[in-house]
Structure formats: C-alpha cells, structure tokens
C-alpha cells in the first residue's frame, strides 16, 4: 500500500533523526563532562598553587620577621657592649681633661674626649637608621622651651664659630616660648645642620632662625659656604651618600646625618628641604608640627628651668648606685665628684634590694644587665616592698648601656621613673638626678 509505505519511510527517518540528535546530545555531554572535569582540574591546581604560594609568603614572612627580630638583637647587644666601654673612655678622658693636667697632656685628653663623641655620634646614627627602617623610631612629644633651646644651641657652636672667625646668631621669632614637640630630636636635627654649615663653610656667616607660625615650627639654617652643587641635590637625602667623594675625603663622615634628620622631621609631621640661596651659600629648612601644651605637662617644663647644680649641692643626698662595673663605679665617682654625696655602691640588683629594705635612700642609680639580679627586677623588687610596707617611694634612675627604644619603654613597667644612657655627661646626668631629687617619684 502506497500511503503505509509512506508512513513507513517517515518513520524510519524519524527513528534516524532521534538517533543522530541522540548521539550528537551524548557527544556534547562528553564534552561538557571533559571540559567540566578539565576546569575542576584547573580549579585544584589553582587552588594548590594558591595554598602553597600562601605557605611560602608565610614562612618568608616569618622568616623576615625573625631576621628583623635578630638584627635588632644583635643591634641591641653591639649597642650595649660599645657603650659600656666608651662611657669608662668618655668619662675617664673628661676626668683627666679636668685634673689640671700640663697643656699639652690636656690636649691629649680633648683629642680622646672628642674621638669618642665623633664614634659615639657615629653608633647613634646607626641605631637611629636601624630603628627608623625597622619602624621601631618614638617621638617623645613633651614641653619645653624653644628660647632655652636656641640658647643651648648657640652656646654648644660659639666657640666652633669663634675659633673659625666665623659670624653666627641664632634667632627666635615665636608669640610663646613654649612649645610641645621631641626636642631631643629636634636638637639632633638643628646640631646636623649646624655641623654641616660650619664644616663648609671657610669665612662669612652661619645663621640659624626659628619661627613658630600656624602650628609649625621651622629651622632655617644658612651659611656662606659653597652651597650644593645642582648635581649633587638629588642625592642629599639619601643614606650613605654625600655630594661625591671628594666631600668625604676632605670632610668625613657618613652621609647619615641628612638622611636622618629629614626622617626625624616626617616623622614630627614636617620635611627637611634644600632651598637654593641666589648669589652662594646653602640653606636647609626643617619644618615640624607642634602639639598643643596641656596643662599638666606646663609644670613639668617649669620644673626643668631650676639649676641641677644647686639642687645637687642643696644637701647630702643619699644615693643608692647599682653598677656590677668596677671602672663605671670609678667614672661615676669621678663625675659626681664635685658634690658631696653620700654614694653608696653595690655590685648588684640583689645588694641594691637588700639594702634598700634596711636603710633610706633618696635616690637609686640602677644599672640594667647585672649578675645575680638585674636592675628591672630589682626596680620590681623595691616597688614591691615599699607597697607591702609603706615605705616611702624612691626614685630610680636607670644608667644602663641599654638605650634602644623597646628597652626604655619597658623600665616605666618595672616601676623606673627616668633613664640615662651610658655614654653620658655631667651635665645629662646631673640635670636628670636633680629632675627627680626636686620632684620625688
């Protein structure tokens, strides 16, 4: 029959087409299945590069900061073990400069004197660096008076301008004399400068002017030298670089002092720049932000305008030292010298306890690193004691080698009410015992 053989054919070809879309369904299926199976390989090895590249940045950063931790270690013990020697040399030298000694020994003793303060300068520039890099750099914002500290200034370099029969002022333009901010740094930043122009400069002027305005307060430093060659100023901020090395054959140093004090002045919030002077000389001007004065700290800065002689000549104070040191007992006693004390020395913390707890004292000297019982815990120890018998709070001073910044930050823990670092001079040390003798912990 013509119509069923039609019917037939139609659904043969339907049976053929359902095979062919079927076979071609199951094709696409596998090769959506392959390609799914393809991506989810790509997927785990991804992910496995991911976790093991996320493995290896976790053992370079652990490793980094265990670097960073040793270097700041090794830091710190270098630190310690130069300046316990250079305060017996530093101070033994200025014992001898002031024994009246024939001119031509004096001049011995001054050439020792001011060797070791070039080498200690040197080691603090290091330190300084190392802690700014590392991150490790505090600013110590408190009051002072930006007036004293030109006059300290213009006293430290006069004699430097006068020997070189150069002319040099130091000016002050400011409403108030007191500002907040880290003179510390800002006095290593104003010295640098100060040493630079005086070392270039041959005849003329060297000029400092300080200005507070708007918050901020700038150090203008000028003088009549040179100036910095064009060339030359791309490179001056930079670490260990001078202008070339001709500067560092004729004049020495480093190249850290300018690198240095511009990072002091971002860090107060301000920049250290070079300024071109038309007709010659150079001009360097370090602007910081200031901080508002509270009241409280008002008192504080009062307090540091008394005179530390007189305060250490009032009466026969008592004081306690802890120094495991024979030859630091010895430049202690040669420093303390002119006034009439009544010193006590022992050899460690353990000693420095056991006779705080049987005699009073006005003050305690307390070394850090000493055997037996080391200066913290002895601080911890006598803190200690007095709270549980209500015994009178005696300051203590830490004298300690140890001067990095996350040390210091530990002593105020351990019950320390103020920290001079070894090397240190009369004057330092005898400001920081008066400090706490006319303002008892």
């Known amino acids: 029959m ?17 095979a062919e879309a079927e076979a071609l369904l199951e094709q696409k299926s596998r090769a959506l299945w392959e390609a799914n199976k393809a991506l989810r390989e790509q997927a785990e090895a991804l992910e496995e590069a991911v976790r093991s590249r996320t493995e290896e940045l976790e053992r370079a950063r652990a490793e980094a900061e265990a670097a960073n931790d040793a270097k700041s270690g090794f830091l710190a013990v270098i630190s310690h073990e130069i300046r316990t020697p250079m305060n017996a040399i530093l101070g033994m030298a200025a014992g001898l400069e002031e024994s009246g000694l024939p001119p031509d020994q004096q001049e011995m003793a001054q050439v020792i004197l001011s060797s070791g303060r070039v080498l200690l300068d040197l080691l603090n520039d290091v330190l300084d660096l190392s802690k700014i ?133 971002r860090l107060l919030g301000g920049d250290l720049v070079y300024e071109h002077v038309p007709g010659g000389g150079a001009c360097f001007v370090a602007t910081v932000a200031l901080g508002a004065a509270p009241v409280a700290d008002r008192r504080i800065d009062r307090a540091e305008g008394f005179k530390a002689e007189q305060v250490l000549r009032a009466r026969r104070w008592r004081v306690l030292v802890a120094e495991d040191s024979e030859t630091n007992q010895k430049v202690l006693r040669l420093v303390l010298k002119p006034f009439d004390l009544d010193l006590r ?72 009410d103020a920290h001079v670092g070894k090397p240190f001079r009369r004057e330092e040390l005898v400001q920081g015992m008066a400090r706490l003798l006319k303002c008892p912990g």
């Not at 013509?2 to 359902?18: D, F, L």
């Not at 305005?213 to 150090?219: A, K, V």
């Not at 353990?350 to 850090?368: G, H």
């Open 133 to 265: 890099e590392a991150g490790r750099m505090e600013m110590e914002m408190r009051p002072f008076d930006l007036r004293a500290f030109a006059a300290e200034e213009r006293a430290l370099f006069s004699e430097m301008a006068a020997s070189r029969g150069l002319a040099f002022s130091v000016e002050v333009m400011a409403d108030k004399a007191l500002v907040v901010s880290d003179p510390t740094r800002l006095r290593q930043v104003l010295s640098n400068l100060l040493s630079n122009a005086f070392k270039f400069t041959r005849e003329g002027a060297v000029a400092v002017l300080l200005t507070v305005r708007d918050g901020q307060l700038q150090m203008r430093v000028t003088d009549s030298g040179p100036g910095v060659p064009e060339a030359h100023r791309p490179r001056l901020f930079q670490a260990f670089s001078q202008g070339d090395a001709s500067v560092t054959r004729t004049h020495g140093g480093t190249g850290l002092g300018l690198a240095i004090s511009r990072r002091f002045c």
């Open 345 to 416: 020395m022992v050899t460690d913390g353990a000693q420095a306890v056991a006779l705080r707890k049987t005699r009073a004292f006005d003050l305690v000297l307390m070394d850090v690193n000493m055997p037996v019982m080391d200066g913290l815990v002895a601080a911890a120890a006598i803190r200690a004691w007095e709270a549980g018998t209500g015994a009178p709070r005696v300051p203590i001073m830490a004298l300690t080698a140890n001067v990095m910044t996350h040390q210091v930050s530990d002593y105020a823990t351990q019950g320390i």
């Open 2 to 18: 013509p119509g069923e053989t039609v019917s037939r054919a139609r659904y043969e070809r339907a049976v053929k087409a359902r």
